[in-house]
C-alpha cells in the first residue's frame, strides 16, 4: 500500500509536559479534567500541509526552546497562540508548543488523500502518525473546543472563529466530530 504509517515510540517521561491550568481554568474544562483523551491519535504529515513535522517527529520545533506552559502566558497571548495554530499560520509552531492529533482514523484518511489530491503528492510521501495517549502523562492532551472556549473572551477573533465552529455550516460541528488534541510536550 502506497504511503507509510508510523506508529511514534517517544520517551515520553523525557519529552511530555503536561498542562497546568489553574484552578479556575480547570472548572471549566470538564473533558480535561476527566482525563477523557481516546486512547489512540493520528496525526497526517504531508509534503506541502501547512504546520507538519518530519514523520520522524512528532514534537513542535518549539519544544527545543524549552518554552512555558500555555497557561502561564496572558488570555490575550493563549488566545493569539490558538488562532494561529488553527488557521495554520506558517511559522506558528515556533510561538507555541501546539500540535494537533485527531481522534479519527477516518478523518486522517480523508485528509491524506485530500493533500493528495490537492497538492499532487505522491501517497509513499504521506505518513499518518499514530500515538497511544496511554503512554503520556494526565493533562497532556486537551480538546480544541475546551480551551477555544476557555479563551475566547480574551479575543474577538478567536470569539467569532468558536462561533463558527459551532453552526451548522461546519463540518464537525456535533458530538460526534473528530477531537482534535493539542499536545503540550518539551
Not at 61 to 69: C, E, G, L
Not at 70 to 91: D, E, I, S, T
Not at 112 to 135: E, G, Q, V
Not at 144 to 170: C, G, N, P, S, W
Request: glycine share 2%; with cysteine; proline share 8%.
Amino acid at each position: 500500500m502506497p504511503g507509510t504509517t508510523t506508529y511514534v515510540h517517544l520517551p515520553t517521561e523525557q519529552i511530555s509536559f503536561p498542562f497546568h491550568p489553574s484552578l479556575e481554568q480547570r472548572r471549566l474544562l470538564p473533558f480535561f479534567n476527566a482525563n477523557s483523551t481516546p486512547r489512540f491519535l493520528y496525526r497526517l504529515v504531508a509534503p506541502q500541509a501547512p504546520g507538519t513535522s518530519p514523520p520522524s517527529n512528532a514534537i513542535t520545533p518549539a519544544v527545543y526552546r524549552n518554552a512555558p506552559d500555555l497557561f502561564q502566558y496572558p488570555p490575550k497571548k493563549v488566545a493569539n497562540f490558538l488562532l494561529n495554530h488553527l488557521l495554520w499560520q506558517r511559522g506558528h509552531e515556533d510561538g507555541c508548543n501546539l500540535m494537533s492529533w485527531t481522534s479519527s482514523l477516518l478523518f486522517a484518511l480523508q485528509y491524506a488523500l485530500y493533500r493528495h489530491r490537492k497538492d499532487n503528492d505522491d501517497l509513499r510521501h504521506i505518513t499518518l502518525i499514530i500515538i497511544d495517549t496511554s503512554m503520556f502523562p494526565e493533562g497532556t492532551f486537551i480538546q480544541d473546543m475546551e480551551i477555544m472556549h476557555l479563551f475566547k473572551d480574551a479575543d474577538t477573533r478567536l470569539q467569532k472563529f468558536v462561533d463558527y465552529r459551532e453552526t451548522e455550516y461546519y463540518f464537525a460541528n456535533d458530538r460526534s466530530r473528530a477531537l482534535l488534541a493539542a499536545a503540550w510536550t518539551r
